[in-house]
């Protein structure tokens, strides 16, 4: 691995503040124009919003001048930090050749040569890659294709979707409807119907009733339980109309939930028996952030389609895809068949130019293994947080962590939603922002804390995470 990109070097602690009237200006506008996406507008009104200028390796900079540890990659996005030259070369070049063209009935090269590459390196026969501009036009378009596969394959019933309670997969309709957070979904109801869901995989939070004579709960156990209930739910559905399952392979939403032994094989099982596709959705997984170029390869299974985003640029461009299997593409390769779907951005020169540059420094300075070799600090480093009587669990893999905080660590007491409005939104994202870190605090399940730095972080960066994570909840205790 070549030593100069992995390391930070001596990042400046602070930069240059903006300009007094400038920063005023910026403020005002803001304000008065700027509909910040999932944001309670109100926060506002009378502080600051949050203006980032500048980064540089795994640090980002404010307008006036602070320095953050930006320890969620921007969105669990940034695989390769801040600031490289390198990608933002190609974004220009390739602008200044080629800035714009349509994948309607057309081609252009670095589209062509990155399907080539991301097919070359997603598992087995996941060989047909269908740009996007993101992650939720990632997951339409896995669910039409699931729908249009099986019209044109003689089950035209199967249309249906089974997916896991708390799990985020985006806000087009169907993806929101494939979403398993009530609460996000109901403004926009009624949503697009036909999608079910069955447990996640918190094994934090396992049932009783599964629990052994010692009272603790097998996760192997659990992990078959939790796949069975997939089963359950497509009998309940009935088989021909159910087309697939959609699963993170470390679930987001609730706070990193990685798959217990064994599940994926079963789910694998299960919808090899009933004719069900297995739509691994690896928005955040893929690329690296587990270790691996793909979540599925982590945990050895086999999905039918994977749907990315985020990591494939690196965030420098924006682009997603699907990928499907040969199998999936073989009906649109016969007559006047056509997947009549698609997105006059996806696939842009800019985004592909600069996804194949990011796997090419993949490859170049070795980022799996460096994620892999690290991966075991970082782990350990959070898992020192386990002494705080607020931390319940701590868990995730690869560079992709999430801690539960809890009321009572014995009996897992969770906060109520008062309590949690308060210590999350009215003291935690503030505070931990404050102290010089970005990263997520969320209460769509049991309220968590969430990290997916930049994969060219080390240990420095895990110990700054610790130091301040625990500088934060200290306090936040005392005010419970
Ligand atoms: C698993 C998963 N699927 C889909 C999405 C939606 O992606 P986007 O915001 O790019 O539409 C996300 C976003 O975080 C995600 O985590």
Redesign the pocket.
């Known amino acids: 691995m070549s030593s100069e990109p992995m390391s930070q070097g001596a990042v400046p602690t602070a930069a240059a503040a903006m300009d007094g009237d400038a920063y005023a200006a910026l403020q005002k506008a803001a304000r008065d124009h700027l509909w910040m996406h999932f944001t309670r507008m109100s926060s506002y009104e009378h502080a600051d919003v949050p203006i980032i200028v500048r980064g540089e390796g795994a640090y980002i900079y404010d307008a006036k001048g602070n320095r953050y540890l930006d320890a969620l990659g921007g969105?669990?996005v940034n695989q390769l930090g801040h600031g490289r030259k390198d990608l933002a070369e190609v974004a220009a070049k390739q602008a200044s050749e080629l800035h714009y063209f349509p994948l309607w009935s057309y081609a252009h090269p670095t589209a062509i040569q990155l399907a080539e590459k991301v097919a070359s390196l997603a598992p087995g026969d996941l060989n047909r890659v269908f740009f996007t501009t993101?992650?939720?036009?990632a997951?339409e378009t896995a669910w039409k294709l699931a729908k249009n596969y099986f019209k044109l394959t003689g089950k035209p019933t199967k249309h249906k979707v089974i997916s896991r309670t708390i799990a985020?997969?985006?806000?087009p309709q169907g993806?929101l409807s494939i979403t398993g957070l009530p609460p996000m979904k109901a403004p926009f109801e009624p949503l697009v119907p036909s999608t079910f869901r069955v447990p996640n995989t918190n094994v934090y939070r396992a049932p009783d009733f599964l629990a052994g004579p010692d009272g603790t709960v097998d996760p192997e156990v659990f992990g078959r339980w939790a796949a069975d209930q997939i089963a359950v739910a497509i009998e309940n559905e009935g088989a021909d109309t159910v087309a697939a399952v959609f699963l993170?392979p470390v679930q987001?939403s609730g706070g990193c939930f990685p798959p217990p032994p064994g599940y994926f094989q079963r789910v694998r099982e299960i919808c090899d028996e009933y004719d069900v596709l297995l739509v691994s959705?690896e928005?955040?997984t893929a690329f690296g952030r587990l270790g691996h170029m793909f979540g599925a390869e982590r945990y050895g299974f086999q999905p039918d389609m994977v749907?990315v985003?985020?990591g494939l640029t690196s965030g420098y461009s924006p682009l997603?895809a699907m990928i499907a299997s040969d199998r999936l593409m073989e009906p649109f390769l016969k007559g006047t068949t056509t997947f009549l779907h698609g997105y006059t951005f996806g696939g842009h020169p800019v985004s592909t130019a600069v996804g194949l540059k990011n796997l090419q420094i993949f490859e170049d300075e070795g980022v799996l293994e460096h994620v892999r070799a690290n991966e075991p600090g970082f782990r350990a480093t959070l898992g020192k947080l386990n002494d705080l009587p607020i931390v319940g669990d701590v868990r995730g893999d690869g560079y992709f962590y999430g801690i539960e905080l809890v009321k009572d660590k014995a009996t897992k007491e969770t906060f109520d939603d008062a309590e949690a409005e308060k210590l999350l939104r009215g003291f935690l994202s503030k505070a931990l922002y404050d102290e010089g870190l970005y990263c997520r605090a969320d209460d769509r399940g049991d309220p968590v804390i969430q990290f997916a730095p930049p994969l060219i972080a080390s240990q420095e960066h895990f110990d700054e995470i610790e130091q301040k994570v625990r500088v934060v909840l200290e306090k936040a205790w005392t005010l419970l």
């Open positions: 969105l669990f993101g992650g939720g036009e997951v985020y997969h985006g806000t993806a993170e987001n959705d928005v955040i749907t985003a985020k997603g």
